[in-house]
């Protein structure tokens, strides 16, 4: 029983370590990122490309569906949501498939400005400070704006605007309710969603979104057909 008890401790004392290097090595990620550009001059940068598409100019179903799709929690969290990330991994696990993502928006958008899509633990770290950052700067429409300027949409566009005139010829605000829970859907695994490649597993991932959409309140479940 001692024995158990030390090689318990040892344990324990071994995974706190390897935390406490991984944190470190995140912390200065972050650091080094933010130095060479602030989130603010990143934000600018967004800001600045060609049909950037404001937060007034997206539809609500499109609001709602990606909202539902992505981060369910994104209006009440401050960057990090642990709850989100357990139901994730959950729905996953029950699925056999990835139905939804861990990372929250706020998260996706900090990747997406500063890092690589490198799976690493010190990654995660940064990315969820640089997350902070975010949200200490702006208020949430300003957040998921940005994001939806971003995020890569599949068949090689990286923006709400090219993937619109793309997929359906039309701007964002003209898209009726099956182009936004369409398009809400493909940035879950855009080479895989996109309509473009997969008609068919495009159109069950957006029936996934209808449903994240239900669960989430924002539609009747009799709705969804």
């Not at 090595?25 to 598409?53: F, N, R, W």
């Not at 981060?71 to 990835?98: C, P, Q, V």
């Not at 975010?134 to 939806?148: D, N």
């Amino acid at each position: 029983m001692r024995l158990i008890k030390r090689i318990l401790l040892l344990a324990i004392i071994v995974i706190v370590a390897a935390a406490s290097i991984v944190i470190g090595q995140g912390y200065q990620m972050y650091l080094d990122a933010v130095e060479e550009i602030s989130v603010e001059e990143k934000a600018a940068e967004i800001m600045e490309k060609e049909h950037y598409t404001t937060y007034d100019e997206l539809p609500e179903t499109y609001i709602k569906a990606i909202i539902a799709a992505e981060d369910r929690r994104f209006l009440y969290h401050r960057g990090f949501d642990i709850i989100s990330t357990a139901r994730a991994a959950w729905r996953n696990i029950k699925s056999k498939e990835i139905v939804e993502g861990g990372s929250t928006i706020t998260q996706q958008l900090g990747r997406i400005m500063y890092f690589s899509q490198e799976k690493k633990y010190s990654r995660k770290v940064a990315e969820v400070l640089v997350a902070g950052r975010i949200e200490e700067l702006y208020e949430k429409e300003k957040i998921l704006e940005l994001y939806v300027n971003t995020i890569y949409f599949g068949s090689g566009y990286y923006s709400v605007y090219d993937a619109c005139m793309g997929y359906f010829g039309k701007a964002p605000s003209e898209m009726n309710d099956y182009e936004c829970t369409m398009l809400a859907g493909i940035p879950n695994a855009p080479s895989v969603y996109s309509p473009d490649v997969n008609p068919t597993l495009a159109e069950q991932r957006r029936q996934q979104v209808l449903v994240c959409m239900a669960e989430a309140g924002y539609i009747e479940p009799g709705e969804i057909e």
